[in-house]
Nanobody
């Protein structure tokens, strides 16, 4: 079964940085584009980044995080990363890693799969 586990969230002051990690299992990690979306309770999910399965220079970013966030991946370790710099209070959300497309869409392997717990990022003024 496809599993993706997010970690690395925490609390940081505005202008600070965090690096999130996403570990995959149950599938051929290097065959899929992997990315991040975020969600505030009561609001729709917002795409953050999606990185190509084979060419890590091909990355989709949401407009609100361009030039501040950078995605990377280590296929040998089945891990994908999101380096977040110049964090703003509006970046506060639960961040989830997910299968994705380079057009900025996010999906689970099956409709019955959940997004998991995600990892909370809190940015203070």
């Amino acid at each position: 079964e496809v599993q993706l586990q997010a970690s690395g969230g925490g609390s940081v002051q505005a202008g600070g940085s965090l690096r999130l990690s996403c570990s995959g299992s149950g599938f051929d990690f290097d065959d899929y584009a992997i990315g991040w979306f975020r969600q505030v309770p009561g609001k729709d999910r917002e795409g953050v980044a999606c990185i190509s399965s084979e060419n890590p220079t091909i990355v989709w970013y949401g407009d609100s995080v361009k030039e501040r966030f950078a995605a990377s991946r280590d296929n040998a370790e089945n891990t994908m990363y999101l380096q977040m710099n110049s964090l703003k209070p509006e970046d506060t959300a639960v961040y989830y890693c997910s299968l994705c497309t380079l057009g900025g869409e996010f999906y689970t392997a099956r409709d019955s799969d959940s997004w998991g717990q995600g990892t909370l990022v809190t940015v203070s003024s």
